[in-house]
Nanobody, 126 residues
Framework: QVRLVESGGGLVHTGGSQRLSCAASGRSLSNYAIGWLRQAPGKEREFVAAIGHDGHKTPYAESVKDRFAVSSDNAKNTVYLQMNSLKPDDTAVYYC???????????????????WGQGTQVIVSS
């Protein structure tokens, strides 16, 4: 079992920055990588970024490349998503999820995620 709790969402102006946190707990954490995914109103959930406990990262989604950065603090079992140059299109509920670490090629596949946090809302005002 893995428990994930997101925090850090809120209202931000276009061009601003926000940092999201995902606190992970559970006895099998080492078996999982942590990904960030988001779901905008009326749209399907989409992959954003993912990181393994060894620091390996998958390529970012094209829509956030060069603006968002994923990082982790293994001592705190926390994964961060630093979001810069935010746009109204980034408005969404952001979720962190746990995906099997052994298959990095699956980290961007939503259906491969085994556990989810409750999500945190990010609203980017124009």
């Amino acid at each position: 079992q893995v428990r994930l709790v997101e925090s850090g969402g809120g209202l931000v102006h276009t061009g601003g920055s926000q940092r999201l946190s995902c606190a992970a707990s559970g006895r099998s954490l080492s078996n999982y990588a942590i990904g960030w995914l988001r779901q905008a109103p009326g749209k399907e959930r989409e992959f954003v970024a993912a990181i393994g406990h060894d620091g390996h990262k998958t390529p970012y989604a094209e829509s956030v490349k060069d603006r968002f950065a994923v990082s982790s603090d293994n001592a705190k079992n926390t994964v961060y998503l630093q979001m810069n140059s935010l746009k109204p299109d980034d408005t969404a509920v952001y979720y962190c999820g746990a995906v099997r670490f052994v298959s990095p090629h699956s980290w961007d596949k939503i259906f491969k995620y085994d556990y989810w946090g409750q999500g945190t809302q990010v609203i980017v005002s124009s």
